[in-house]
Nanobody, 116 residues
């Protein structure tokens, strides 16, 4: 059974940091590209960051470049998102995604709220 379980969301003040993690099971994790998406209230889901299966290639949305860092540990089947200098506009539900065409798996999401 494929599972992606996100951890680490919560309430943080503007300028603060959070680290999200996603634990994967039930599929060949090391073969899959992994991504973090987010969906804010009333908005469409958007790509935040992605990392290739081997970890050698990363990409980021312009809005988070220089503030967020994606990483993965293929030995532990986890992918993480370090989020620094958080802004109120980063408030959203953050989703973990695994992709290896045509297979596409999603977690249930974790809420990040940036507010004073």
């Amino acid at each position: 059974q494929v599972q992606l379980v996100e951890f680490g969301g919560g309430l943080v003040q503007p300028g603060g940091s959070l680290r999200l993690s996603c634990a994967a099971s039930g599929f060949g994790f090391s073969w899959y590209a992994m991504s973090w998406y987010r969906q804010a209230p009333g908005k469409e889901r958007e790509l935040v960051a992605g990392i290739s299966s081997g970890g050698g290639s990363r990409n980021y949305a312009d809005s988070v470049k220089g503030r967020f860092t994606i990483s993965r540990d293929n030995a532990k089947n986890t992918v993480s998102l370090q989020m620094n200098s958080l802004k109120p506009e980063d408030t959203a539900v953050y989703y973990c995604n695994a992709h290896d065409y045509p297979r596409d798996y999603w977690g249930k999401g974790t809420l990040v709220t940036v507010s004073s």
